[in-house]
């Protein structure tokens, strides 16, 4: 899985989290992305978890924290795998004052 984001604004700072599941059950990663502006100043992978054929959701790569450049371009990647295929979701959460505003993929 990974997220390309082609021209980073500050707006797309804060928290990116993946989440896959199957049957077997539930794994997340999270990464913070740091946009430095030009005012700005200068995870262990879970086991799976094996019942019979089937496999929890792991993650065998996961998401790094980034810090980048406005206007430049960041990639998020991770491996997961399980048995069956885990269904996988990615999200952002960015903090404006007392609200926070998610985002799905």
Same mark, same amino acid.
């Given at each position: 899985?990974?997220?390309?984001?082609? !021209?980073?604004?500050?707006?797309?700072?804060?928290?990116? +989290?993946?989440?896959?599941?199957?049957?077997?059950?539930?794994?997340?990663?999270?990464?913070?992305?740091?946009?430095?502006?030009?005012?700005?100043? !200068?995870?262990?992978?879970?086991?799976?978890?094996?019942?019979?054929?089937?496999?929890?959701?792991? *993650?065998?790569?996961?998401?790094?924290?980034? +810090?980048?450049? !406005?206007?430049? +371009?960041?990639?998020? !990647?991770?491996?997961?795998?399980?048995?069956?295929?885990?269904?996988?979701?990615?999200?952002?959460?960015?903090? *404006?004052?007392?609200?926070?505003?998610?985002?799905?993929?």
């Amino acid at each position: 899985m990974s997220l390309t984001i082609p !021209e980073v604004l500050p707006e797309h700072k804060g928290v990116y +989290t993946v989440k896959a599941h199957n049957t077997c059950g539930e794994a997340k990663c999270f990464a913070s992305l740091i946009v430095k502006t030009i005012s700005s100043p !200068e995870i262990k992978p879970r086991t799976a978890e094996i019942q019979g054929k089937h496999i929890a959701p792991a *993650f065998q790569e996961l998401f790094a924290d980034r +810090t980048v450049n !406005e206007n430049d +371009t960041t990639k998020f !990647e991770c491996v997961i795998t399980g048995r069956p295929v885990p269904k996988v979701s990615a999200c952002h959460k960015v903090f *404006f004052g007392m609200q926070c505003v998610v985002c799905v993929w």
